[in-house]
């Protein structure tokens, strides 16, 4: 069974720090890319930002250049988000998902997502 | 870039046949077939209905089907059920980027 188990979200004051991570299993992660979407409460997909299934590559929105960045390890099948100057646009369920290629691009695996707060 | 853009909502009667569209631009949707449709009932995870323009993955019933023209994607949904009910997102990649549309909620009245 596929499992993509998110942690490390919870509230965080304007400015501060927060490192997310996702645990996968249940496929070759080794193989597919890594990205995080996020879901602010009551609201729409947002893409922020995507690692290649190697983790040579990175892509970012352009929300959040400069202030995230992902990371993974694939010895331990686990991608990270490093989460820094956060504001309370960044309020929102943070979603791991493993984007793959067959016939075009898309994101076939989904976790349930981590509650990130940002607030005072 | 800017997000795509869905119809806020739709609904249909059980039976029915709906469309939701999704439209970008000659950078996005135009130019790749690697738009996808995601399904996503409150407090659950988005699932792929569709991918690659028109392909279902295994398990996804048949009376989801996606098609695209020019810059503009959709998704019908046939047979309605009450099940259908929920929040549906297009998505198309870009070299450096990924775009979500808006979102749009399925009523099945």
């Known amino acids: 069974e596929v499992q993509l188990l998110e942690s490390g979200g919870g509230l965080v004051q304007p400015g501060g720090s927060l490192r997310l991570s996702c645990a996968a299993s249940?496929?070759?992660?080794?193989?597919?890319?890594m990205s995080w979407v996020r879901q602010a409460p009551g609201k729409g997909l947002e893409w922020v930002s995507t690692?290649?299934?190697?983790?040579?590559?990175?892509y970012y929105a352009y929300s959040v250049k400069g202030r995230f960045t992902v990371s993974r390890d694939n010895s331990e099948n686990t991608v990270y988000l490093q989460m820094n100057s956060l504001t309370a646009e960044d309020t929102a369920f943070y979603h791991c998902a493993a984007r793959t290629y067959t016939i075009g691009w898309y994101f076939e695996y989904w976790g349930q997502g981590t509650l990130v707060t940002v607030s005072s | 870039q800017s997000a795509l853009t869905q119809p806020a909502s739709v609904s249909g009667s059980p039976g029915q046949s709906i469309t939701i569209s999704c439209t970008g631009t000659s950078s996005d949707v135009g130019v790749y077939n690697s738009v996808s449709w995601y399904q996503q009932h409150p407090g659950e995870a988005p699932k792929l209905i569709i991918y690659?323009?028109?392909n279902r993955p295994s398990g996804v019933s048949h009376r989801f089907s996606g098609s695209k023209s020019g810059n503009t994607a959709s998704l019908t949904i046939s047979g309605l059920q009450a099940e259908d009910e929920a929040d549906y997102y297009c998505s198309s990649y870009t070299i450096t980027t990924s775009l979500f549309g808006g979102g749009t909620k399925l009523t099945v009245l």
């Open positions: 690692i290649s299934f190697s983790g040579d590559r990175t």
């Open positions: 690659g323009v028109s």
């Open positions: 249940g496929f070759s992660f080794t193989t597919y890319d």
